[in-house]
């Protein structure tokens, strides 16, 4: 939290409240995202009214509410910079359509500072005001929040390099070009789930299209956005529609990361697309609304159920990835020893060179008191990763289990100069009563730095 020139310092502020107030108990974070929500219903329902008739309104704001896209967000705690950055740019939102634009501007940068993903909103906001108001002063608050978005940009991008295990940006698995090719399909399947409420997941199986599909797809996204701005005038629901396609882009387009599908991110764009559904149905009559606000709902509870625990969050991911190896990885975490390694063994068979795999393997027999099965599953992940500063931190493990110390501070100490940030390798050599020097750059949390202090 008391780092500002890191990513998400006001997320950060909220867990170091809950912290603060009830420790690790993990009910006051779940009653701090489900409030932020409530509030996110409440803000929406506010601004569209605005704008839109009451019932277009009310109506939006019900599927903002209820809709399965959110529940992620609500339910997964460290999603709530999602959450956090919504509510804010939603208050923004109100200032702006009430004329209290520099407000506006002071809410959205409070939001950049939650989650950097909403850098789209004063885009947005400058399509709002060009569908509705020919005024230029209001043109001034806009291009400040679009000069803040662009500074935000750039400290993310300085960020996520420095940053070991972001899985964002350089540290992505995959290039910024490869991301871009999936994004077509992503967002179309997002689409789809807008309609057709299933598939929803912890971790989407989406693949790297070949580009004649890739193209395909994202023609259709650009064909859609075209049919959408011939109703964009006024802010009628094309406008909407349009609003949430720009809400979605920074997480849908050139900036790379690991997972390249995440249900929790269509939270914000839900404002535009919860919008234009309002629009679409407000002259439908509440009998026929009623049951799809109802399909929403049991759809959201039984995701929310699923939620409850890792094993049923990642049975439920393995079901729908069954050719995915990283949900068989966490579901053999969340079960029995003697059921996770048959998995695994499964999961070797599909993929026989993740170093993962016998990685976690490994783990399990050492958690087993079985150190020297542990040893060899080490060490064939390390011969398949063989500059992992894990994989050599965790040999180095069975062997000391193994009481051969000489050859696990070894390994302790290859695992440090490949990464001199290591922490379970540094925690390990201390251990050993053998302290090396931390460098500067290296960020260990209160807990780690009370570890390495009573070692």
């Not at 914000?268 to 709902?297: D, H, K, N, S, T």
Request: proline share 6%; charged share 15%; aromatic share 10%.
């Amino acid at each position: 939290m008391w780092r500002p020139f890191e990513i998400r310092p006001l997320t950060y502020a909220t867990f170091w409240f809950n912290q603060w107030l009830g420790g690790r108990n993990p009910g006051g974070y779940h009653a701090v995202n489900l409030v932020l929500h409530l509030i996110a219903v409440v803000l929406v329902f506010e601004a569209l009214k605005l704008i839109v008739s009451p019932q277009a309104a009310f109506i939006a704001a019900a599927i903002f509410a209820v809709h399965p896209f959110q529940s992620e967000p609500v339910n997964y705690i460290f999603a709530r910079s999602t959450l956090l950055a919504t509510v804010l740019c939603l208050a923004a939102l109100a200032c702006c359509l009430q004329g209290h634009l520099w407000w506006a501007t002071g809410w959205f940068a409070a939001g950049l500072l939650a989650k950097e993903e909403c850098v789209a909103f004063p885009l947005f906001l400058l399509l709002l005001h060009l569908s509705r108001s020919r005024d230029s002063r209001e043109l001034k608050p806009i291009a400040a929040m679009l000069a803040l978005s662009a500074a935000a940009g750039l400290r993310v991008l300085l960020a996520v390099q420095n940053t070991p295990g972001s899985g964002a940006g350089a540290q992505a698995a995959v290039s910024w070009q490869s991301y871009l090719a999936t994004q077509g399909a992503v967002i179309l399947r997002y689409l789809r789930m807008l309609i057709v409420p299933f598939g929803f997941t912890v971790d989407a199986d989406i693949y790297l299209p070949a580009i004649p599909i890739a193209a395909l797809a994202w023609t259709g996204v650009v064909v859609l956005a075209i049919i959408a701005a011939f109703q964009f005038s006024r802010a009628r629901a094309g406008f909407w529609f349009l609003a949430g396609l720009i809400l979605l882009l920074p997480s849908s387009s050139i900036f790379p990361a690991t997972d390249l599908a995440a249900d929790r991110r269509m939270y914000l764009p839900m404002i535009g697309f919860a919008a234009c559904a309002g629009l679409l149905l407000e002259r439908v009559r509440p009998v026929f609304v009623a049951p799809i606000l109802i399909l929403l709902m049991g759809v959201s509870v039984a995701r929310t159920a699923t939620w409850r625990t890792e094993e049923s969050l990642w049975t439920d991911a393995v079901a729908k990835a069954p050719a995915k190896i990283r949900p068989r990885i966490q579901l053999a975490r969340a079960i029995h020893p003697a059921s996770a390694l048959p998995m695994l063994e499964q999961a070797e068979q599909m993929a026989p060179e993740d170093p993962r795999i016998p990685s976690e393997e490994g783990r399990i027999y050492l958690s087993a008191g079985r150190p020297d099965r542990a040893l060899a599953e080490f060490g064939r992940a390390l011969a398949l990763s063989p500059h992992s500063a894990e994989a050599l931190n965790n040999r180095g493990v069975a062997l000391l289990a193994l009481d051969q110390k000489e050859a696990a501070r070894a390994d302790f100490e290859r695992a440090l100069a490949i990464d001199p940030c290591q922490f379970d390798a540094r925690l390990n050599l201390s251990r050993l009563g053998i302290s090396e020097s931390q460098p500067a750059v290296c960020k260990y949390s209160a807990e780690q730095a009370a570890a390495l202090a009573r070692n």
